[in-house]
Every structure is written in C-alpha cells, then in structure tokens.
C-alpha cells in the first residue's frame, strides 16, 4: 500500500489542523493504521493508532483530548484532526499502516508516508 499524508502547515498556539492520509494500492481495512511524529533532534514517536473498522483508537497521553484520529474505509483514508496545538507539536508527521491493528509501536507498521510538516508558533 502506498500512503500520502497531507494537511500540515504553520499555525499559531491553540489553532486547529486536520491532517489526511489517502492510501492506494490495497484493500485499505485490512489494515490497522497509525500517526507518528518526529521534531527536530528527537527520535520518531507514536501519536495516535486507530483499528481495522475504525471503531478502536488509542492515543499518546500528550495529545490525548486534543487530538482525534478516525478514518473512512471507503474513501481509503485516514484523518488526525488536531486542536489547542501546542509549541511542542511542532514535527513532521507520518502515517503508516500495519498488519497488527491497533499499536503504538513504529516497528508493528509496514508502510509509511512521507510526512507532512505541523508548525505551531507561541
């Protein structure tokens, strides 16, 4: 499966965005999928994961409350929807896919995206 994330941009301190990842390729349910990070001299993290069906989803506890990801098997896409944006969100984010469903580890997912930049000025 290939991945295409999008939507990121600069925003100021308590903005809002909503990132997508179109996927294409394969069956998109048959895989769990999942958002990371990474700022700037600091290793890759997990954000947020969501089930095959969409209807599981587990967070980081840094963004959780903030942050909802969800995803629409018909369309072949998946969505981080993104508010109260803090400094410390600035990153690049990925989506990836996996086999494993619902995980929080980079190494339980096959495919990634290229990434897409999330600014946020104080």
């Known amino acids: 499966v290939q991945l295409q994330a999008s939507g990121g941009g600069s925003v100021q301190a308590g903005g809002s965005l909503r990132l997508s990842c179109t996927a294409s390729?394969?069956?998109?349910?048959?895989?769990?999928m999942g958002w990371f990070r990474q700022a700037p001299g600091k290793e890759r993290e997990f954000v947020a994961a969501?089930?095959?069906?969409?209807?599981?989803?587990y967070y980081a506890d840094s963004v959780e409350g903030r942050f909802t990801i969800s995803r629409d098997n018909a369309k072949n896409a998946m969505y981080l929807q993104m508010i109260s944006l803090i400094p410390e969100d600035t990153a690049v984010y990925y989506c990836a896919a996996g086999y494993s469903g619902l995980s929080s580890s980079a190494g339980r997912y096959a495919y990634w995206g290229q990434g897409t930049q999330v600014t946020v000025s104080s």
């Open positions: 390729g394969s069956t998109f349910s048959r895989y769990g």
């Open positions: 969501i089930s095959f069906s969409g209807t599981t989803t």
